[in-house]
């Protein structure tokens, strides 16, 4: 075994971009005024992301809370980037806290941020909103929904959003539920690798 | 808001790389037979990061099961890199992802892998271990050692050990402890930012 950079190393650098279409194709400059608009966009990346077949059928996206602007969106790369741990959600907070240059998007004298996701988060998921520093979350499908389809969302439990609700991070569920479901389902009926069976 | 790629566009490329010191002082040719061995290791690269400040006072690594091959070191890089999900689990399964070439560690035909973390992972973590295929997680420092210490460990149950347990991965807790704590507290000592309170 080599202990050297590069492909095949010890120590090989990880890099995390998007395909190219998410440039193209997400509208960067408009504004996202209210839970339907910001939910329809994360609906949009999970849909996209199975027609271009460039993960699974999972978005996210933050915004400044108040004012609606776009921070960074987020897909699944699990398969495409071999890295199992590149839900939508943890995409879409890494690309954020890149673009406003911290470790958390609740700082002080930031605006407050929030995510939308397509899907309740998984563990892992709900785990990283939590040192995000967002302040609310709202998501599309639900966990059943997503466990008809056989994906797996890990040990998330009533407490663990009781937990999150204790350190003010509020969470709505449910937001255009059949029309986020109906992206798993396209991906199924497709039959993408259900990579957490 | 420009939709372009590079600083400050909306599409930045994630890189995640070690600190220099992380190629030259982990012995990446050596075999590390048992749990002794591999916890040594996951707690001096917490208290290696402590020691050159390029990170949390974390330290985990990724081994093949059987042979004791090391496959992947992580630290804790979320306030030098400015990312909220690259605790030392997260940067382990990473690497260990990279270096294998897929996205779990836990494909047909591969060895089975294991996880040394000094600290029990947190929600986040927990998570991340049941999708990146590895079959054993080894930890040191306990939930109750991290807290000690103001570091919030997210929606972690017995519920969520369980659930592991249930889908085949193994958890062994309190392994070298003391000495595991004892970095955490080094840490503290030294009056770094507890970037999760």
Known sequence: MSGGAGPGGATPEIRIAYPSWVRTRVAWTDVYPGDDERMQLAIALARWN????????????????ASGRLVAVGINLVVPLGNSSLHAEMVAFMMA???????????????????????????????????????????????????????????????????????????????????AAEVLALYRRRAGVIYNA
Chains 1, 2 share one sequence.
């Open 50 to 65: 199975v027609l271009e077949a460039t993960g699974g059928p999972f978005g996210a996206a933050v915004f400044e809370r």
């Open 97 to 179: 806290q890149a673009r406003v240059g911290s470790y958390t998007l609740g700082g002080k004298g930031m605006p407050e941020h929030e995510l939308a996701t397509s899907c309740e988060p998984c563990a892992m998921c709900l785990g990283a909103t939590l040192w995000s520093g967002v302040r609310r979350v709202i998501c599309g499908a639900t966990r059943d929904d997503a466990l008809g389809l056989e994906f797996d969302e890990g040990p998330v439990f009533d407490a663990s959003y009781a937990y999150l609700a204790e350190r003010g991070v509020e969470v709505e569920r449910g937001v255009r539920r059949a029309e």
